[in-house]
């Protein structure tokens, strides 16, 4: 069968040259900072158990059946409250329960998005993000982010240039960045969206992961203070706080945007898998997920704390990273000339692998950039890990 026959925007998309680059990572005596997967190890079997059992007693019949495309109104009313924790204040119809967050970007970029439309994302920003604004044909744009986040400044000078529809920004403990927009930045960022009329599309999957004791406020509730909420989408997800295998994520729409998005995910799956929304509503209802959070913060900022103390001490001199305050990963750059794609044969020769860092740019790549993951990995690991980086440096 010809190629020609594949639609034509499918037709030069390459395989993950990440998944490529990374499908060694498994062999025997590597150690990967590469996933960006949460730490099996955490996972709350036992609160699993007693959720799925309580599925099983209370709920089968609701559980094992179709449900509504804008997912299991429980569910939707326990994510309410969950939001109003995080000072977002909707009621159950401005959910739609999605497939995780992944799922949330690609119904938003096929509700928002005609080919050519101007989406703007940080550099560097969420590889799977742009594979979607790309399959949407979206014009891609990237502004610049520092130790604060997203640069908005930057930004305001490209509004004066081009007309944007979207952007699209990880603002608390970004992936890949590691990165915070800081709070002037944040109602910087919504009054722009109402001067220029443009969405804001806020993905928030590691906003729970915080090793600080500060509180970073999402866009979407300055937007309600700024009376602008509108314009900003939220979308979050049960996947690095929970278990991601359930695949459960959602929604926080404005009301001109949810018959196109409900048309659309009925479309694609009718709705999420009326199983695992069942079990996350029975998880919910346990009270569980506070704890379960506080012990995955506590986790993480150790393991970052061990890799960042680390790289410091023995990498300090080579490479120069902002410091996370919460999330997943840790982004450094090269202070000399180094080719992070190219190094990882030989960082791998030595038994260590992360991911080079040029993939997560839409534009202006920086190859002396990588990424690495400290979550899924042993102290004892992460700090041998830092050795093997160092041999191979050498
Ligand atoms: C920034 C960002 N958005 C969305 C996702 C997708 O998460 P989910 O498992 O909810 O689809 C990820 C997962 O790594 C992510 O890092």
Not at 146 to 170: F, N, Q, R, S
Not at 212 to 239: H, K
Not at 252 to 266: E, I, T
Request: net charge negative; hydrophobic share 40%; glycine share 6%.
């Amino acid at each position: 069968m010809s190629h020609n026959k594949i639609a034509k925007k499918l037709q030069n998309i390459q395989p993950s040259a990440i998944r490529e680059l990374l499908k060694h990572s498994k062999m025997d005596g590597v150690i990967s900072l590469g996933g960006g997967i949460p730490d099996p190890e955490l996972f709350d079997r036992e609160g699993l158990q007693l959720a799925m059992e309580n599925v099983l007693t209370h709920s089968w019949k609701d559980a094992f059946q179709y449900g509504l495309s804008e997912g299991n109104p429980a569910l939707r009313a326990a994510i309410c409250q969950l939001m109003s924790e995080r000072a977002i204040h909707c009621e159950v119809d401005d959910v739609v329960v999605t497939s995780g967050s992944q799922q949330s970007l690609d119904i938003l970029a096929r509700a928002l998005i005609n080919p050519g439309d101007v989406v703007v994302v940080e550099r560097p920003t969420y590889l799977a993000a742009l594979q979607v604004m790309q399959l949407a044909e979206a014009n891609l744009m990237s502004v610049g982010t520092d130790g604060d986040g997203m640069i908005v400044d930057e930004l305001d000078a490209l509004l004066k240039t081009v007309p944007v529809k979207v952007v699209y920004i990880v603002p608390t403990f970004g992936n890949p960045g590691g990165v915070t927009l800081s709070e002037p930045r944040r109602k910087q960022l919504v009054e722009l969206s109402r001067r220029y009329d443009f969405v804001i599309i806020e993905d928030d999957p590691y906003g729970e992961i915080n090793f600080t004791g500060t509180t970073f406020i999402p866009l979407r509730s300055w937007a309600e203070e700024m009376e602008n909420s509108d314009r900003v989408i939220y979308t979050s997800t049960f996947s690095k706080i929970l278990a991601p295998g359930a695949r459960v994520g959602w929604l926080v729409l404005p009301d001109w945007l949810k018959r196109q998005v409900v048309n659309l995910k009925q479309a694609t799956d009718l709705h999420t898998s009326s199983l695992s929304q069942s079990l996350t509503f029975h998880y919910l209802n346990s009270g569980r997920l506070t704890p379960q959070i506080a012990l995955i913060r506590d986790a993480y900022k150790q393991k970052c704390r061990v890799l960042s103390q680390h790289l410091q001490h023995e990498l300090g001199g080579y490479l120069t990273f902002h410091q996370p305050m919460g999330g997943m990963f840790l982004w450094a750059k090269f202070n000399h000339d180094m080719n992070t794609t190219q190094r990882l044969q030989k960082t791998l020769s030595h038994g260590v692998v992360y991911v080079p860092g040029e993939f997560f740019y839409c534009d202006e790549p920086d190859a002396s950039t990588l990424r690495m993951s400290y979550v899924s990995t042993t102290e004892a690991n992460l700090k041998e890990a830092v050795m093997r980086l160092k041999s191979a440096l050498n």
